[in-house]
């Protein structure tokens, strides 16, 4: 297959790029030479590679900074989706798309609530959330007004080897290798308290490109492990594989205006149109980022 990837650059992408082309696609991606909501440069990009699918990662995707610029994550999240959707109907009408939402878009929901199912509710609690489901909505209408073939992947927290500090377990264990290297006493860290679904994030990418075969058009599929586990039990086992005498100290700054208490997702609609499920278990992605964090510090 052809594949396009947006967004290529990012940590989610690079993986894909690798699982893409480790199966034998023709792959090209585009970054930041390349806006997404520019109209024109998207024509360029599609009528040049005429992709057989684009997986449709180009997104900001930090919870936190959605708070500080909304209209900005409006801006990325929505209209690129519009316009990459464009861009790719005119271009290649018969292609498909994969277009990455989230599981944010379930906002705040309850234990008795878990696991989450597709045909759970929407109700966006932040405005990276709101972006999201606008996106889907984009998608969604893609389908129903022109034909066009989009899938929506709503993938659960993922984590893995080459993911940005500013996400919750490489941020962990940047800083109890700092503190470890420094001999701090503590470090500061945010709400643990909050349970979350994690895969690893070669399991997901491995789901996108089912999907993009695999998948029903119009459909909407979660990406998860289908268990939870508590922020605070994964800080505990780093803390006592890398820095056993450092305590975990509660930074106010750190906390966002509005956390999700408990988040499980179900894959079985994901499994039952693709056979998939997780692969990779939660110990040996934590194995791969601290490895992956200690190997860039020795190269510094």
Same mark, same amino acid.
């Not at 708070?67 to 409006?74: A, D, I, Q, V």
């Not at 492990?225 to 586990?229: A, M, P, Q, T």
């Given at each position: 297959? *052809?594949?396009?990837?947006?967004?290529s650059?990012?940590f989610?992408?690079r993986?894909?790029?690798r699982?893409?082309?480790a199966?034998?696609? %023709?792959?090209?991606g585009?970054?930041?030479?390349?806006?997404?909501?520019?109209a024109r440069?998207?024509?360029?990009?599609f009528?040049?590679?005429r992709p057989d699918v684009? @997986?449709h990662?180009?997104?900001l995707t930090?919870?936190?900074?959605s708070?500080?610029?909304?209209? %900005?994550?409006?801006r990325v999240?929505? !209209?690129?989706? /519009?316009?990459?959707?464009?861009a790719?109907? %005119?271009?290649v009408?018969?292609a498909t798309a994969?277009? !990455?939402?989230?599981?944010? !878009? @379930?906002?705040?929901?309850?234990?008795e609530?878990q696991?989450? *199912?597709?045909?759970f *509710?929407?109700?966006?609690?932040n405005? @990276?959330?709101?972006?999201?489901?606008e996106a889907?909505?984009?998608?969604r209408?893609? !389908?129903?007004?022109?034909?066009q *073939?989009?899938?929506?992947?709503?993938?659960?927290n993922? &984590?893995?080897?080459? /993911?940005?500090?500013?996400?919750?377990v490489?941020?962990l264990?940047?800083r109890?290798?700092?503190?470890r290297?420094?001999?701090?006493?503590s470090?500061?860290?945010?709400?643990?308290?909050t349970?979350?679904d994690?895969?690893?994030?070669?399991d997901?990418?491995?789901a996108y490109?089912?999907l993009a075969?695999?998948?029903?058009s119009?459909e909407?599929y979660?990406?998860a492990?289908?268990?939870?586990?508590a922020l605070?039990?994964?800080?505990?086992e780093l803390?006592?594989?890398?820095?056993?005498t450092?305590?975990?100290?509660?930074?106010?700054a750190? &906390?966002r205006?509005?956390?999700l208490?408990?988040?499980?997702?179900? @894959?079985?609609? &994901?499994?039952?149109a693709?056979?998939w499920?997780p692969?990779i278990?939660?110990h /040996?992605?934590?194995?791969?980022?601290?490895?992956?964090?200690?190997k860039a510090?020795?190269?510094?």
């Open positions: 297959m *052809r594949a396009l990837v947006t967004g650059e990012g989610v992408a993986h894909l790029l699982h893409l082309l199966n034998g696609d %023709e792959v090209h585009i970054d930041r030479e390349r806006d997404v909501t520019d440069s998207m024509r360029e990009v009528e040049w590679f684009t @997986y990662l180009a997104a930090h919870v936190g900074e708070w500080e610029h909304p209209s %900005e994550f409006t999240n929505v !209209v690129g989706t /519009q316009r990459v959707l464009d790719s109907f %005119e271009a009408p018969g994969i277009v !990455v939402s989230s599981s944010e !878009v @379930y906002g705040i929901s309850r234990e609530d696991p989450l *199912r597709e045909s *509710r929407v109700a966006p609690a405005p @990276y959330s709101s972006s999201k489901v889907e909505r984009v998608a209408d893609a !389908v129903r007004f022109r034909g *073939r989009v899938i929506v992947a709503r993938p659960f993922h &984590l893995g080897p080459g /993911q940005s500090p500013t996400f919750v490489p941020a264990v940047s109890l290798l700092d503190a290297d420094r001999g701090d006493p470090i500061l860290v945010g709400d643990l308290s349970r979350r994690f895969s690893d994030v070669r997901v990418v491995r490109r089912l075969t695999l998948g029903v119009g909407v979660n990406v492990s289908g268990h939870d586990v605070l039990d994964i800080a505990h803390v006592a594989r890398l820095a056993p450092v305590e975990l100290v509660l930074d106010p750190l &906390l205006p509005v956390d208490p408990v988040s499980r997702g179900s @894959y079985d609609k &994901l499994h039952h693709t056979g499920a692969r278990p939660l /040996q992605s934590l194995d791969d980022i601290v490895d992956d964090l200690e510090r020795r190269e510094l």
